[in-house]
């Protein structure tokens, strides 16, 4: 049994959304002037009323059923009191489990890829506080800041874990595929600047839990995590008392340092929202969204074998990147040759792409389109175009977004299938490559190194199959 025992608190903003959890101000307010996205609301000034979102709480419900979680009927909002500057109203209306009500969620599961289950505590709805924004340094060294109150109001579900977590690489994996099911729900755009964040809680057996924040990625979620696990095991080596505090990540020292004692929950003083009554779901809320709820990753990854014979080494690739397999989709509506386009776009495309991939956008600023991808393929298949030839005529596409076949005719780059043209080039490189050409005549694998240079002297068109029946026929003859 490991020493070591790991829980995530994760926050993930429904960006899908237009508007705010409790206002009309806008869901999404990243490219806002600092503190224009705000309204009494937002403030909590007196005489304002909260409006629930009602799309909000279908998307926390999608998220809850995709978890496994179970919805209760009814659902309250309470008042989390603390005091922070983020936190305009000094307090955040969230959720809580108690006087017989439950939050959006509970009691859920979740299956990593080796089939190890993560228990998910619960699943809540509630409102993200506004931003700090530090002016020197970071939190550890800064004597002020800055806030941005934008955020302040944005539609979050928190996803609560039970401390199932032995080591950071199972926190990455199962945080990967979350981002996965978010993204195909199309509730969270997880791409977006603190679209999706982490709290870790972690705890040595036995020991007091240690909850770390400000981690900014998934990437330094698994470093905090390291050290936390050697600061602790460190302390508990030397039979030091691990404290129960709260610690925030420097992510230039690569350290986490005590921010706080940890609160204890009465330390918030909890209260149903007054303005806010018991919402009632009704009988047919669950089954209604389980009908028309979009299809998980799993279900995708089934039908890209089963419907388009795809490799499950294929499929994986295309469903770990959504928009990858949007985009695949989307050629195959023009162009139905689903093995040749995949492959086209895991090889050849994606290798264009991935320096952009990080970027929400990346699929829909380029100017390569899924119908460029169906013609190029076409004429690959068509055969009036070696493969060579079409990723060469990609890159022209990417640069000015040109039709494939205009393209191939500007460049004169349609295959050649002509014999006596080809004979031509075989012989150029039988004269060039002697050497070569005795090894083929007696090591058959070799003929795949002629095959070769006679691809480079005709630039990658002349047609394989014509040119590789010429060379042998050609090696077959005594005068060879």
């Not at 093995?339 to 380029?366: C, G, P, Q």
């Not at 389109?369 to 990609?394: F, Q, Y």
């Not at 002509?418 to 004979?423: F, I, N, P």
């Not at 004269?431 to 630039?459: C, P, Q, W, Y």
Request: aromatic residues 8%; hydrophobic residues 35%; contains cysteine.
């Amino acid at each position: 049994m490991s020493l070591v025992m790991i829980g995530l608190e994760i926050h993930a903003q429904i960006t899908e959304l237009k508007s705010k959890l409790f206002c009309s101000c806008r869901g999404n307010y990243r490219d806002l002037v600092p503190n224009t996205n705000i309204c009494e609301t937002c403030c909590g000034l007196p005489g304002t009323l909260p409006i629930i979102n009602k799309k909000a709480i279908e998307y926390s419900t999608m998220t809850s059923i995709a978890l496994g979680c179970k919805v209760p009927d009814k659902i309250m909002f309470y008042r989390k009191n603390y005091f922070y500057p983020d936190l305009p109203k000094n307090f955040q209306i969230t959720q809580y489990n108690v006087y017989g009500f439950s939050s959006i969620g509970v009691d859920g599961s979740f299956e990593l890829d080796d089939s190890k289950k993560i228990r998910i505590s619960r699943i809540q709805l509630e409102e993200d506080p506004g931003r700090i924004a530090y002016v020197e340094g970071g939190m550890n060294v800064s004597n002020s800041a800055l806030i941005d109150y934008n955020r302040a109001g944005v539609a979050l579900i928190e996803i609560v874990t039970e401390p199932d977590f032995t080591n950071p690489k199972e926190v990455r994996l199962f945080l990967n595929k979350l981002s996965l099911t978010l993204e195909h729900l199309g509730i969270c755009d997880t791409l977006m600047e603190g679209s999706v964040r982490c709290d870790v809680n972690v705890s040595m057996k036995g020991g007091n839990k240690v909850e770390i924040k400000n981690i900014n990625s998934f990437k330094e979620v698994e470093k905090a995590i390291n050290y936390e696990i050697t600061r602790q095991t460190s302390l508990y080596n030397r039979n030091i008392k691990i404290e129960s505090e709260t610690r925030h990540w420097d992510d230039r020292k690569k350290i986490t340092f005590k921010a706080r004692s940890k609160e204890e929950e009465h330390d918030y003083r909890y209260f149903p929202e007054p303005d806010i009554p018991v919402i009632v779901l009704g009988d047919n809320f669950v089954s209604n969204l389980k009908d028309h709820m979009p299809e998980l990753p799993n279900q995708r990854f089934d039908r890209f074998v089963l419907k388009y014979n795809l490799s499950e080494h294929t499929s994986n690739i295309l469903i770990n990147d959504k928009k990858l397999a949007d985009f695949f989709e989307s050629t195959l509506k023009v162009y139905f040759s689903p093995v040749e386009i995949a492959n086209f776009l895991i090889t050849d495309f994606k290798s264009m792409i991935e320096d952009d991939s990080d970027n929400t956008d990346y699929l829909r600023n380029i100017k390569v389109k899924p119908e460029h991808i169906a013609e190029l393929v076409k004429m690959i298949e068509g055969n009036k175009i070696s493969r060579i030839t079409a990723k060469d005529i990609l890159v022209k596409i990417f640069e000015s977004g040109i039709l494939p076949s205009e393209a191939v005719n500007n460049t004169n780059s349609f295959k050649i299938a002509d014999e006596k043209t080809l004979m031509d080039a075989v012989e150029s490189v039988f004269k060039t490559e002697k050497s070569a050409v005795e090894d083929a005549k007696r090591n058959h694998e070799a003929i795949n190194f002629l095959l070769g240079k006679v691809m480079k002297f005709t630039n990658g068109r002349a047609d394989p199959k014509i040119a590789m029946r010429l060379i042998n026929n050609k090696l077959n003859k005594p005068d060879a």
